[in-house]
């Protein structure tokens, strides 16, 4: 099925840098969203972007939503061990007021923080 | 608001076999997802409900795949003649079109099904 490209497909960092990734589109979405999933548990959300251009934190979390609405990316700031994990994007589309349902998810950014 | 819930959590199968996943979405969400997810990759959509009605079904969803929601709440997912291929996490997310363009979907622990 259809997929975002993300990028980096995984990272390895130390304790408090900064952590950036992204995620590209050949379609429009109306709405991108970013997931976090632990090993063997459901995506927990993490940041709904709705507009494009739009800019929205989340503690040390931060998206945008790209102005061609074909991209979006996530910045983690002073990462800690527990940020640990795969990081999705995920867009979605809707038109004249009608959200259409389904979610296309990226491929995910392994995320290893090391002490 | 005690979130998505799924049972199981697990399973294991032997290839053949017919298993029933159970969704329960959050109280008053009236739409209700499947997706599917194997290692390495990102959910994928399998089908949709807004409150009873199935409004859209992928193509992933083959004719060995059933999904209900009968009366509006909880929704079963049930995959007859189990394949090794149908190996994977199979997870449940609701939201509420009440929200209207910024319906969220939240998910649910997953149910990991593993065919031997």
């Known amino acids: 099925g259809q997929q975002l490209n993300q990028s980096p497909q995984s990272m390895f960092i130390q304790e408090g840098e900064d952590v950036s990734m992204n995620c590209t589109s050949s379609s429009i979405f109306n709405t991108w969203l970013w997931y976090k999933q632990d090993p063997g548990e459901g995506p927990v959300l993490l940041i709904a972007?709705?507009?494009?251009?739009e800019l929205t934190s989340n503690g040390r979390l931060t998206a945008q939503f790209g102005i061609t609405r074909k991209d979006s990316f996530l910045n983690i700031s002073a990462s800690i061990p527990s940020d640990v994990g795969i990081y999705f994007c995920a867009g979605k589309t809707w038109a004249g007021g009608t959200s259409y349902g389904k979610l296309t998810f990226g491929q995910g950014t392994i995320l290893t923080v090391h002490p | 608001d005690t979130g998505v819930s799924q049972d199981p959590r697990h399973k294991i199968t032997k290839r053949g076999q017919n298993v029933t996943f159970r969704c329960d979405p959050i109280s008053e969400h009236n739409r209700l997802y499947w997706y599917r997810q194997t290692l390495g990759q990102g959910p994928e959509f399998l089908t949709y409900?807004?409150?009873?009605?199935?409004?859209?079904k992928s193509r992933l969803l083959s004719d060995r795949f059933s999904a209900e929601r009968p009366k509006g709440s909880f929704s079963t997912l049930e995959i007859q003649r189990t394949e090794q291929g149908d190996s994977a996490m199979y997870l449940c997310?609701?939201?509420?079109?009440?929200?209207?363009?910024?319906?969220?979907?939240?998910f649910g622990p997953g149910t990991r099904l593993l065919v031997l």
């Open positions: 972007l709705y507009k494009a251009g």
């Open positions: 409900f807004q409150n009873e009605a199935q409004l859209e």
């Open positions: 997310a609701s939201s509420s079109t009440g929200t209207g363009t910024r319906e969220t979907q939240y």
